[in-house]
T-cell receptor, first 113, second 111 residues
Framework: SQQGEEDPQALSIQEGENATMNCSYKTSINNLQWYRQNSGRGLVHLILIRSNEREKHSGRLRVTLDTSKKSSSLLITASRAADTASYFCATDALGGATNKLIFGTGTLLAVQP | DSGVTQTPKHLITATGQRVTLRCSPRSGDLSVYWYQQSLDQGLQFLIQYYNGEERAKGNILERFSAQQFPDLHSELNLSSLELGDSALYFC??????????FGPGTRLTVL
């Protein structure tokens, strides 16, 4: 399977703490994206990092990318109960005329109030 | 609200039946993607259309087919349904950038 893997599979933290999720992928990529999914709902795009970037910030989100290790991490700082959701990394493979996304297995984040 | 709509929200049917899922992309987006999300397979890319033409195929079964119409809406047809086809089916659209906008999904239950 081309699917990437994320760890941990599940993470439970207290409000105000930071949450870190990791993603590993298998192929060379154009970019890597992170999406959030609230229970059983559609995915919401959070942030995109290109293959030539190493770190990117958006609000309380910080993403890093290490293409030599084919890995990425998503840090959510000062977490809130509303951050409770599943988080997926998705890679856009290098080459080809398509932007199909290969998703990781996801991390289920629970933020306790 | 992503601007992508999917109908129906829920679909319950029996094995062996055929169903059609519908997706309307965001206004102006030419690309439509279909994904399947199940407990055992996770989120899997099925197929992409761009301006009416098939652009890429993923793990789509031969019993499944899709098309994109001139008004850019897309339909995913699932036939000879099996229990294992029960899943959430998502449509996403994009306008040329890398970000994809996902619809709310259709939950298919095959009994």
């Amino acid at each position: 399977s081309q699917q990437g893997e994320e760890d941990p599979q599940a993470l439970s933290i207290q409000e105000g703490e930071n949450a870190t999720m990791n993603c590993s992928y298998k192929t060379s990529i154009n970019n890597l994206q992170w999406y959030r999914q609230n229970s059983g709902r559609g995915l919401v795009h959070l942030i995109l990092i290109r293959s030539n970037e190493r770190e990117k910030h958006s609000g309380r989100l910080r993403v890093t990318l290490d293409t030599s290790k084919k890995s990425s991490s998503l840090l959510i700082t000062a977490s809130r109960a509303a951050d409770t959701a599943s988080y997926f990394c998705a890679t856009d493979a290098l080459g080809g005329a398509t932007n199909k996304l290969i998703f990781g297995t996801g991390t289920l984040l629970a933020v306790q109030p | 609200d992503s601007g992508v709509t999917q109908t129906p929200k829920h679909l319950i049917t029996a094995t062996g039946q055929r169903v059609t899922l519908r997706c309307s992309p965001r206004s102006g987006d030419l690309s439509v993607y279909w994904y399947q999300q199940s407990l055992d397979q996770g989120l899997q890319f099925l197929i992409q259309y761009y301006n009416g033409e098939e652009r890429a195929k993923g793990n789509i079964l031969e019993r499944f087919s899709a098309q994109q119409f001139p008004d850019l809406h897309s339909e995913l047809n699932l036939s000879s349904l099996e229990l294992g086809d029960s899943a959430l089916y998502f449509c996403a659209s994009s306008g040329g950038g890398n970000e994809q906008f996902f619809g709310p999904g259709t939950r298919l239950t095959v009994l």
